[in-house]
């Protein structure tokens, strides 16, 4: 079974730096990952989307993230990462991964990773 599993989160101070990470695991050799996206859930908050990355690379990103986080990805490793720079106490959230793939001639969107709590402090 294909499973997301996110890493990378911690506690920095204002204006530092994380980079979050989150890996496909249990996939067969037929498997293609498509969209891939970082969702953010700040406590007492509905959860956003950060942002996204298609297969061939394009990105979109919440305005509050604009310029200081930047979306990637290494389809070779099957990962997805986020860096994350010029952090402030508002980005304190559970960060989540999600992605749409395809394995065994089976297309599955919307899968979810385990978050990873992302703090900062001011």
């Known amino acids: 079974q294909v499973q997301l599993v996110a890493s990378g989160g911690g506690l920095v101070q204002a204006g530092g730096s994380l980079t979050l990470s989150c890996a496909a695991t249990?996939?067969?050799?037929?498997?293609?990952?498509?969209?891939m996206r970082w969702y953010r859930q700040a406590p007492g908050k509905q959860r956003e989307l950060v942002a996204d990355i298609t297969r061939g690379g394009n990105t979109n990103y919440a305005d509050s993230v604009k310029g200081r986080f930047t979306i990637s990805r290494d389809n070779a490793k099957i990962t997805l990462y986020l860096q994350m720079n010029s952090l402030k106490p508002e980005d304190t959230a559970v960060y989540y991964c999600n992605a749409d793939y395809r394995n065994r001639g089976l297309t599955v969107t919307g899968v979810w990773g385990q978050g990873t709590q992302v703090t900062v402090s001011s």
């Open positions: 249990g996939y067969s050799s037929i498997f293609s990952i498509n969209a």
